[in-house]
């Protein structure tokens, strides 16, 4: 049985991705994500059913739109895989709950932003907002909140506040002493979202931790591409990484609704 219901989940996940990457690209380009159907951005020409299965047709095409042979973004074939896995994982380890759906949507949430912001250095506000509401609504199935269910509508709402306000007050103080934007109002919508869903003590840890993952990159880009200590680089995937850090550590064992 938990073998079937993984495998259901990481076909799930995959499916979901594709229509991941449809989000990815449209919403930010204020494009439906319903009409027309699948198209190449290249050549926008229709793209068929059969090339349109998740990482088989990647594969299958060798990276190449089948109409004008344009190369196909490597990004496609990785949310979906990226997607399909943390389904898998969050599925696994949750089994199968309100909290569960609460979750995924969160981290799906969160995949959408993180290539929009790496790709195009914004964050819509409908997954930051999104992130609030979800937090907010379902606060009362949070196995991470304690008490009475009005006790954890309050801790999701302070930790939506300490997420925004706090790390407003960084962003202003950082923007002070440098002089230039410290972190982008994107950014800050972000961690209200986050703070709603784990907390003000997650808030703290995914901002220590997103800056550690973001040091990291940094340092990446000035060595690998000569980039300069100044220069922008996009923080909503970062504090994303230390969020799912603390999704992921913040499940235990007596969470689980359905023993697999």
Known sequence: MQTLILVFAGIFGLIFGSFFNVCIYRIPREKSIVWPGSFCPKCNKHIAWYDNIPVLS?????????????????????????????????????????????QLTAVYFLIIASVIDLELMIIPDRFSLGLIVLGVV???????????????????????????????????????????????????????G???????????????????????????EMIRHGKKGGDAIPFGPFLSLGALVNFWVLITPAMLVIEF
């Open 138 to 192: 379902f606060a009362w199935c949070n196995p991470n909140f304690t008490g009475l269910w009005w006790e954890k509508e309050l801790t999701s709402l302070l930790g939506a506040g300490i997420g925004l306000f706090g790390v407003l007050a960084i962003a202003l103080i950082g923007t002070w002493m440098f002089k230039k934007e410290a972190m982008g109002g994107g950014d800050v919508k972000l961690m209200a």
């Open 58 to 102: 990647y594969l299958f095409l060798l990276g190449k739109c089948r109409q004008c042979k344009a190369p196909i973004s490597l990004q496609y074939p990785l949310v979906e895989l990226l997607t399909s896995v943390l389904t898998v994982l969050f599925v696994w380890k949750l089994g199968l709950s309100i909290w569960t759906f609460v």
């Open 194 to 220: 986050i703070g709603a869903l784990i907390g003000w003590q997650g808030v703290i840890t995914t901002v220590i931790m997103g800056s550690f993952f973001g040091l990291i990159y940094a340092l990446y």
